[in-house]
């Protein structure tokens, strides 16, 4: 599936431009949403460190391996603005 | 009384004009003026997009920032009253200080004066008949475009010429009234002129609600010589008491604070008109140095009568200035805040109704409150105190912990703290709708509206558990309670990140965050449903707490899901374009579940690699 469903919600996005039912996303709105994802990225990659328990630990994997697919959600969307 | 205030204004006009027929041209004179007022008001909110309300809450940052705001906004608007009336709202609205708001309305007064200026200087000097007429006809050329920008010019400057005709009209129905009727014969001087003309300029003002009419009647008449200079002065101290009723109207359907404005709005004006009826000599001996100063002939008194007015708002501000904090200590004593009642809505009432982005922060602030609301009687039903679950590092150990039954009753709880909360939301939603309001606010509107709906949802998923919450978490039963520590956990750890996400700079928070919570509790949904299976069948968990369990669960996962929608619609970007960007990056239940395989499977194959590693 990858990255599929992500290129249909774009073309989607686009009819609505289109239509004037959505508002013009620039390289530099994915860009700050990006920058959030980073950061929150490396405050999980913190916490990853720093946890005691193998539970915490896996749960806060989980929750990192998310936060990557969105980074690499939004680098893709951003090349595809470019 | 009010019943017989229309028939007999209507009967005091009708008598006026069959006493004098010129009369008519005064009194239309101020209709027109009036009505200018409005389409320039009209004009300057579709002009300004909402610029006024956004301008407003950086505004009162400081208070010469919310003084000088004060004084731009009303010089701009001509109208103090809708500066006052914004004012009320956003402080109902709790998006600006009461010394904010104070320090608006103070300055609102000095910018009224730039009304006296205008029509001492130019509209009773030149015949700005003249000029009406083309402002008029162009104007509506532009109200019939279609740009909302282009509209708000035509509508501001149709405002503008309707305000020289109505002040073209006042000022030749006094020149023909003067020629039938002297009303200089009715002038009172002394200290009886000074009361009875002030009372007359406090009742103009409150009938017509503008002192800025009031001002430009008593200039019109003043030029054709109908009243005298003197009467003229307190006219016009009167017109600034009066001034206040709009306020005071205004406050009605205010809160507190929007009561305590006005009633700040009221002690200015009073203690500034006593203090002006008081040293009126040398208020006037004043006037008569400044006049002479910057070139006013003597016998100007349309000038003068500006210069008054200037001077005694200008010395009002000056002598509060410095009692601003007792002021409002006063004001805090006088109009006590009512102790927080959590039933009951606390930011919606009719004063925010007034403007679009008023009526959005409230209700934003009010589903916050609901939420607040929810989540403590969430938790609550679940066995668990807020604090300590947002204080723990260990949401786990704590759920494990916690053992003694909350005396509450849930039901009686969610209808006075969230029921009647959410029907204020939905009514407040509804009439948001009735008003002709931009379609994106409208939309927004109606999103936090569902976000009520889903917390709503979420208090009631748990009123279903918590009858086997309290029979099996309160006494260690094995499997089942290990069972309902589990979901007990869950929840207690979307609350918190709830809260985490509340907490973040709104610049650095994203509600794709939520979709690593709706990630986790999808998996958790799964696996506890496997680890339900094997239970049974190692006879560690009865069929009747099985059932039992798995009703639960579905409750539970339903309020885990209602809470994370919410949240996810709630703080969901602001910037139409940034809040696009993440609805398309945001992850559906079937990649979410691709995601968490891979997941998976990243880390079997890290394990493995170590595993060979270790081996070699």
């Known amino acids: 599936m990858g990255l599929k469903k992500l290129a249909a919600k774009v073309i989607d996005y686009n009819e609505r431009l289109e239509n004037g039912q959505a508002s013009e996303i620039k390289p530099l709105h994915v860009e700050k949403v990006l920058e959030k994802l980073r950061s ?14 193998a539970d915490k630990k896996t749960r806060l994997e989980s929750k990192l391996q998310i936060a990557r697919t969105h980074i690499e959600r939004a680098e893709w969307l951003l090349k595809e603005l470019n | 009384m009010k019943r017989y205030l229309l028939p007999v204004a209507i009967g005091s006009l009708l008598l006026a004009f069959w006493f004098s027929p010129d009369a008519q041209e005064i009194a239309a004179g101020v209709a027109i003026f009036l009505f200018g007022m409005l389409m320039l008001e009209d004009g300057f909110k579709l002009l300004g997009g909402g610029t006024l309300e956004r301008v407003l809450e950086r505004a009162t940052q400081s208070t010469p920032r919310a003084i000088s705001f004060g004084i731009i906004s009303t010089t701009l608007l001509q109208s103090s009253s809708l500066v006052s009336i914004v004012t009320i709202s956003f402080l109902s609205a709790g998006l600006i200080s009461l010394v904010g708001g104070v320090g608006i309305i103070f300055g609102a007064n000095i910018g009224t004066t730039t009304g006296a200026w205008l029509v001492a200087g130019l509209g009773l000097k030149v015949n700005i008949a003249a000029y ?10 532009l109200v019939f475009q279609k740009s909302k920008p282009v509209r ?50 406090t009742g103009a003002t409150v009938i017509m609600q503008s002192s800025h009419a009031t001002l430009v009647l008593i200039l019109t008449a003043l030029s054709a010589g109908q009243i005298s200079y003197e009467n003229a ?38 203690v500034t008109a006593i203090v002006a009826l008081v040293f009126i000599a040398q208020l006037r001996d004043m006037v008569d140095w400044i006049s002479g100063l910057v070139g006013i002939a003597p016998s100007d008194y349309t000038m003068k009568l500006a210069v008054f007015h200037t001077i005694f708002n200008v010395l009002g501000v000056t002598l509060m200035l410095p009692f601003l904090t007792r002021l409002i200590a006063f004001l805090e004593r006088r109009i006590v805040e009512p102790a927080p009642d959590v039933s009951r809505p606390r930011y919606l009432n009719e004063a925010v109704d007034e403007f679009p ?3 959005e922060r409230a209700l934003r602030k009010e589903v916050f409150h609901l939420y607040e609301n929810a989540a403590e009687l ?7 105190h807020r604090e300590q679950v947002f204080a723990t590092d260990d949401v786990a150990g704590l759920v494990r912990k916690s053992r003694t039954r909350l005396e509450l009753d849930l039901e009686d709880d969610y209808e006075r703290r969230v029921k009647t909360l959410f029907s204020g939301i939905v009514e407040f ?8 309001i931009d379609p994106d606010i409208a939309e927004r509107i109606f ?15 748990i009123k279903h558990i918590r009858k086997n919450v309290l029979r099996y978490t309160v006494r260690p039963q094995g499997a089942t309670t290990e069972l309902y520590d589990e979901l007990r956990t869950e929840i207690a750890r979307i609350a918190v990140e709830i809260r985490k996400l509340g907490l973040a700079e709104s610049k650095d928070r994203s509600a794709l965050w939520l979709d690593q919570e709706r990630a986790r509790i999808e998996e958790d949904a799964r696996s506890t449903s496997k680890r339900v299976d094997a239970l049974i069948r190692k006879r560690d968990l009865t069929p009747a707490a099985a059932t039992s369990f798995m009703n639960d669960s579905g409750y539970a996962y339903d309020a885990m899901r209602d809470l994370i929608e919410a949240a996810r619609s709630y703080y969901i970007e602001r910037d139409s374009a940034m809040a696009e960007v993440e609805r398309i990056l945001s992850l559906d239940d079937e990649e979410l579940n691709e995601a968490v395989t891979n997941a998976k499977r990243a880390a079997r194959t890290g394990e493995s690699e170590q595993t060979v590693t270790g081996l070699s």
Do not use: W
């Not at chain 2, 008491?241 to 809160?255: D, E, V």
């Not at chain 2, 939603?429 to 002709?436: E, G, L, M, T």
């Open chain 2, 378 to 384: 969430i938790l609550h039903g679940l066995n668990l």
């Open chain 2, 429 to 436: 939603s509804a009439r948001a709708s009735d008003k002709q």
């Open chain 2, 357 to 359: 982005q008023t009526l």
């Open chain 2, 447 to 461: 999103a936090l509206r569902d976000v009520a709906r889903q917390i709503v949802q979420a208090v009631k998923s």
């Open chain 2, 152 to 201: 708000g010019l035509g509508y501001a400057l149709a405002g503008l010429g309707f305000l020289f005709l109505g002040i073209h009209y006042m000022k030749e129905g006094f020149d023909a009234f003067k020629d039938q009727i002297d009303l200089t014969r009715f002038a009172l001087s002394g200290l009886l002129g000074l009361i009875v003309y002030s009372l007359i300029g």
């Open chain 2, 132 to 141: 009406a007429m083309p402002m008029i006809a162009v104007s509506i050329v």
């Open chain 2, 233 to 270: 002065l307190a006219l016009s101290i009167g017109a600034n008491i009066g001034t206040t009723i709009t306020a005071i109207i205004g406050s009605l359907g205010a809160n507190f604070q929007g009561k305590r404005l006005a009633l700040a709005h009221l002690i200015f004006n009073m």
């Open chain 1, 40 to 53: 929150k990225s490396t405050e999980l990659e913190v916490e990853i460190a720093s946890a005691k328990s």
